[in-house]
């Protein structure tokens, strides 16, 4: 009975763990996309020193990164198992990622439907990484 105990106790901790790692995750992103934008505001930033598109891409993807955090965190909360729950999401988000991307034929939805696929790849390798982190 208390290897029992013992065992659901540190799956309790586990699933903690892993539910603060998610929470780092989402912070993570934030503070990235806070860094980006606060580059695109600063002084010396001219229209003749840098490409803009890359500041919105950039901006873009965090903002897509820090919704999949959400996401997990969210299924984590309202799972029984937080480690499947976990799993899932990284398989979501690695499918996600392989989609083909074929021509929508409007530019500005072709580089949204790629940033989403590239932010889909990055949150599987971080959220993968930080499951083993954890473990």
């Given at each position: 009975?208390?290897?029992?105990?013992?065992?659901?106790?540190?799956?309790?901790?586990?699933?903690?763990?892993?539910?603060?790692?998610?929470?780092?995750?989402r912070?993570n992103?934030?503070?990235?996309?806070?860094?980006?934008?606060?580059?695109?505001?600063?002084?010396?930033?001219?229209?003749?020193?840098?490409?803009?598109?890359s500041?919105?891409?950039?901006?873009?993807?965090?903002?897509?990164?820090?919704?999949?955090?959400?996401?997990?965190?969210?299924?984590?909360?309202?799972?029984?198992?937080?480690?499947?729950t976990?799993?899932e999401?990284?398989?979501e988000?690695e499918?996600?990622?392989?989609?083909?991307?074929?021509?929508?034929?409007?530019?500005?939805?072709?580089?949204?439907?790629?940033?989403?696929?590239?932010?889909?790849?990055?949150?599987?390798?971080?959220?993968?990484?930080?499951?083993?982190?954890?473990?």
């Open positions: 009975m208390a290897s029992i105990d013992r065992a659901v106790r540190d799956r309790k901790a586990f699933e903690g763990r892993l539910k603060t790692a998610a929470e780092a995750g912070k992103a934030r503070r990235y996309a806070n860094d980006w934008w606060g580059r695109l505001h600063a002084e010396e930033l001219t229209a003749e020193n840098v490409r803009m598109d500041f919105f891409e950039a901006i873009t993807g965090y903002q897509f990164q820090i919704e999949l955090w959400a996401s997990l965190i969210e299924a984590l909360k309202a799972s029984d198992d937080v480690v499947a976990w799993h999401k990284i398989a988000a499918r996600n990622s392989e989609r083909t991307g074929g021509s929508m034929g409007n530019p500005v939805a072709d580089a949204r439907q790629h940033l989403w696929r590239d932010a889909n790849e990055k949150f599987a390798r971080y959220a993968a990484d930080y499951f083993r982190r954890v473990g």
